[in-house]
């Protein structure tokens, strides 16, 4: 099992609409998790942190940690073509100390 | 406020050929990294370097080593490039407190023929 798994995506959803982006991870020790953006040939950029279970709402995003299930997503409300991006989920295992990465999902936004 | 900063962003090497990518940030950060990534996995830890002084093995250190030559920056060198080392090179940087993550700088596209 990978330690940070994202869903595969692609994901494709229409302008306006709500974007679902998850991410389980192996570590249940796991303290703190982060969500970055990457637009194609560009470095990650953070969007969001979490550290407590529930939600955390920043603008029109808004990521939800479930420790118990291991659990943590990214939903982008009113989703814009500008979203259009790699969205890439973080997380830092106690036991490693850096942070690990899932694979990624390519968010598509169509007008 | 310049960031991370690493160079060159592009290279080409033939299999054999050595080179070292630069980084360096201007935040006063404790902690640096280098990080590869290729298509469908993700980011992929490389070395890091805790501290000025440190540097530890991440995920797939072999064909690479690393110096952190102040606290500013921490350079990652191909001894002898292999093509499995094509990949896109990002340095990031972070302070011990974890409240912002990491602060990537703008990647190096390497390709090894």
């Known amino acids: 099992q990978k330690e940070v798994e994202q869903n595969s995506g692609p994901l494709s959803v229409p302008e306006g609409a709500i974007a679902s982006l998850n991410c389980t991870y192996s570590d249940r020790g796991s303290q703190s998790f982060f969500w970055y953006r990457q637009y194609s040939g560009k470095s990650p950029e953070l969007i969001m942190f979490?550290?407590?279970?529930g939600d955390k709402e920043d603008g029109r995003f808004t990521a939800q940690l479930n420790k118990a299930s291991q659990y943590v997503s990214l939903l982008i409300r009113d989703s814009q073509p500008s979203d259009s991006a790699t969205y890439l989920c973080a997380v830092n295992p106690p036991s490693y100390g850096k942070l690990t990465f899932g694979q990624g999902t390519i968010l598509t936004v169509h007008p | 406020n310049a960031g991370v900063t690493q160079t060159p962003k592009f290279q080409v090497l033939k299999t054999g050929q050595s080179m070292t990518l630069q980084c360096a940030q201007d935040m006063n950060h404790n902690s640096m990294y280098w990080y590869r990534q290729d298509p469908g996995m993700g980011l992929r830890l490389i070395y890091y370097?805790?501290?000025?002084?440190?540097?530890d093995k991440g995920e797939v250190p072999n064909g690479y080593n690393v110096s952190r030559l102040n606290k500013r920056e921490f350079s990652l060198r191909l001894e002898s490039a292999a093509p499995s080392q094509t990949s896109v090179y990002f340095c990031?940087?972070?302070?011990?407190?974890?409240?912002?993550?990491?602060?990537f700088g703008s990647g190096t596209r390497l390709t090894v023929v």
């Open positions: 990031a940087s972070s302070d011990r407190g974890w409240p912002d993550g990491y602060t």
């Open positions: 370097s805790a501290s000025e002084g440190t540097t």
């Open positions: 979490i550290y407590s279970n």
